[in-house]
T-cell receptor
Framework: GAVVSQHPSWVICKSGTSVKIECRSL??????MFWYRQFPKQSLMLMAT?????????EQGVEKDKFLINHASLTLSTLTVTSAHPEDSSFYIC?????????????FGPGTRLTVL | RKEVEQDPGPFNVPEGATVAFNCTYS??????FFWYRQDCRKEPKLLMS???SGNEDGRFTAQLNRASQYISLLIRDSKLSDSATYLC??????????FGSGTQLTVLP
């Protein structure tokens, strides 16, 4: 149980294009999902907290107009990197915590490796 | 001071060795603590939660010391498959996780 999927697993795009990444909880519902980014040899950095039915909460330094988050249902959150540039190339990972279990345990998706040319 | 600090390593140990990692945190309001392992180019996977009373799962033992604000992970009888980066993390009131930079472990044959 507690499986989180991400799609696509990798994407290569040209500079200036937008890329949408989907994060799905497959066997549980999650009112909150989290989006992280990891650059090579660095740790995961929280970008934003995605809340079902309301606006996402962004961490300091993360541009909300560049990284659009939509959490339309209890099992799906999307992250859109708008007008991507080479410096946005990174490993994007989402996580979700099963609601109602009284636990903070988070389960991670397999990640999406974005390369912007 | 960073919120979470870990010795990045690398730790290179022979098979069968016992190895310990420590992780310090600065936010005394941190609520829950975890160790994750991350293999190269993969997502983190939960290894174990960390409780004040200490908890053990097979060859792995985790401890939390709230007074000194650190958590530890002990791996006994290390296997080649234990080679990975070990991330300590804690969650705050909003349940988001703050990760350390990770400790790289390589178990050598």
């Amino acid at each position: 149980g507690a499986v989180v999927s991400q799609h696509p697993s990798w994407v290569i795009c040209k500079s200036g294009t937008s890329v949408k990444i989907e994060c799905r909880s497959l066997d549980f519902q999650a009112t909150t999902m989290f989006w992280y980014r990891q650059f090579p040899k660095q740790s995961l950095m929280l970008m934003a907290t995605s809340n079902e039915g309301s606006k996402a909460t962004y961490e300091q330094g993360v541009e909300k107009d560049k990284f659009l988050i939509n959490h339309a249902s209890l099992t799906l959150s999307t992250l859109t990197v708008t007008s991507a540039h080479p410096e946005d190339s990174s490993f994007y990972i989402c996580s979700a915590s099963p609601q109602g279990l009284g636990t903070d345990t988070q389960y991670f998706g397999p990640g999406t490796r974005l390369t912007v040319l | 001071r960073k919120e979470v600090e870990q010795d990045p390593g690398p730790f290179n140990v022979p098979e069968g060795a016992t190895v310990a990692f420590n992780c310090t945190y600065s936010n005394s309001a941190s609520q829950s603590f975890f160790w994750y392992r991350q293999d190269c180019r993969k997502e983190p996977k939960l290894l174990m939660s960390v409780y004040s009373s200490g908890n053990e799962d097979g060859r792995f033992t985790a401890q939390l010391n709230r007074a000194s604000q650190y958590i530890s992970l002990l791996i006994r009888d290390s296997k080649l498959s234990d080679s990975a980066t070990y991330l300590c993390t804690f969650s705050g009131s909003a349940r988001q996780l703050t990760f350390g930079s990770g400790t790289q472990l390589t178990v050598l044959p």
